[in-house]
């Protein structure tokens, strides 16, 4: 799978939104962008995915560029129960994830 | 519905002793995954069964361990002759479809602490 950049960590006030980035320069154009996150003491958990156009579902927004050579996880409405590990992850083909660094978020109330 | 489960959640075990970690899918999922988490690193694959097919076992960092699926259902992951690195939580997921879009469920884990 090619190789994604995230910041290590952000920090945010609670009930803001919240943007992470992430870098694919080296996308090729079957790669899926798939987002999980991984809470204190607990296995990871799916947040999100997309191929080129921008997804939403109940938890967050996945912005795509229109190069698909970055995407940007947002989270509407930042809660104390979002601070984790975010992972961006691409995937072409093979079945198992590659996770990378991630980002970690912490929520300041 | 029911989740992935995985047992026990802790073990601490002796260097050079052989532990047998347990994962249960969620039911009717054909794909099963192991990843191992050290401190202070990433998650990193070790095995992948689908269905009926041979497991990819690229992951596995050496012949101590190896795991198996009985029944495609239930699986079980044997770590011989424990090493202190191999103190990590090792985590399992499933899910119901294989492919580049495809969801994994995670369990939450089981941490071995290897003395």
């Known amino acids: 799978d090619a190789k994604t950049t995230q910041p290590n960590s952000m920090e945010s006030n609670e009930e803001e939104p919240v943007h992470l980035p992430c870098n694919h320069s080296t996308i090729s154009g079957t790669d899926y962008i798939h987002w999980y996150r991984q809470l204190p003491s607990q296995g990871p958990e799916y947040v999100i995915h997309?191929?080129?156009s921008n997804v939403n579902n109940r938890m967050a927004s996945l912005a795509i560029a229109e190069d698909r050579k970055s995407s940007t996880l947002i989270l509407h409405r930042a809660t104390l129960r979002d601070a984790a590990v975010y992972y961006c992850i691409l995937r072409d083909a093979g079945n198992m994830l590659t996770f990378g660094g991630g980002t970690r978020l912490m929520v300041k109330p | 519905g029911a989740g992935v489960s995985q047992s026990p959640s802790n073990k601490v075990t002796e260097k050079g002793k052989d532990v047998e970690l347990r994962c249960d899918p969620i039911s009717g999922h054909t794909a099963l995954y192991w990843y191992r988490q050290s401190l202070g690193q990433g998650l990193e694959f070790l095995i992948y069964f689908q269905g009926n097919s041979a497991p990819d076992k690229s992951g596995l960092p050496s012949d101590r361990f190896s795991a198996e699926r009985t029944g495609g259902s239930v699986s079980t992951l044997t770590i011989q002759r424990t090493q202190q690195e191999d103190s990590a939580v090792y985590l399992c997921?499933?899910?119901?479809?294989?492919?580049?879009?495809?969801?994994?469920?995670f369990g939450p884990g089981t941490r071995l602490l290897v003395l």
């Open positions: 997309g191929l080129t």
């Open positions: 997921a499933s899910s119901s479809t294989t492919g580049v879009w495809e969801t994994q469920y």
